[in-house]
């Protein structure tokens, strides 16, 4: 069993920045790409950024790629995701998700993810 854990979510004002972790605890973390996603209410869940298993490729949501970088640290355990110039429309719940099929590419769809965190929240205030 995989077990994620997100945090660094909050109240942030707008044009600020935060960096969200994403601790994993069980198989092998390096067996996995990563993903963030989000979600706000009433809208559907949007993909974020994602990273190949040694984080050699990354790929990010046209909302967030010029504004956003994922990195993973595997001796840590541990995926980030940095974001800046944020934006009222930012605001959501962010998933860390684990998938362990993709490897050439990091997927941007979450049906490929097969684990979870329970998510954590980022309000960005105008």
């Known amino acids: 069993q995989v077990q994620l854990v997100e945090s660094g979510g909050g109240l942030v004002q707008a044009g600020g920045s935060l960096r969200l972790s994403c601790a994993v605890s069980?198989?092998?973390?390096?067996?996995?790409?990563m993903g963030w996603f989000r979600q706000a209410p009433g809208k559907e869940r949007e993909f974020v950024a994602a990273?190949?298993?040694?984080?050699?490729?990354?790929d990010y949501g046209d909302s967030v790629k010029d504004r956003s970088t994922i990195s993973r640290d595997n001796a840590k355990n541990t995926v980030y995701l940095h974001m800046n110039s944020l934006k009222p429309e930012d605001t959501a719940v962010y998933y860390c998700?684990?998938?362990?099929?993709?490897?050439?590419?990091?997927?941007?769809?979450?049906?490929?993810?097969?684990?979870w965190g329970q998510g954590t929240q980022v309000t960005v205030s105008s």
């Open positions: 990273v190949t298993r040694r984080g050699g490729i990354t």
């Open positions: 998700a684990a998938d362990s099929k993709s490897t050439v590419r990091p997927s941007y769809r979450y049906t490929d993810y097969t684990y």
């Open positions: 069980g198989r092998s973390f390096s067996s996995y790409a």
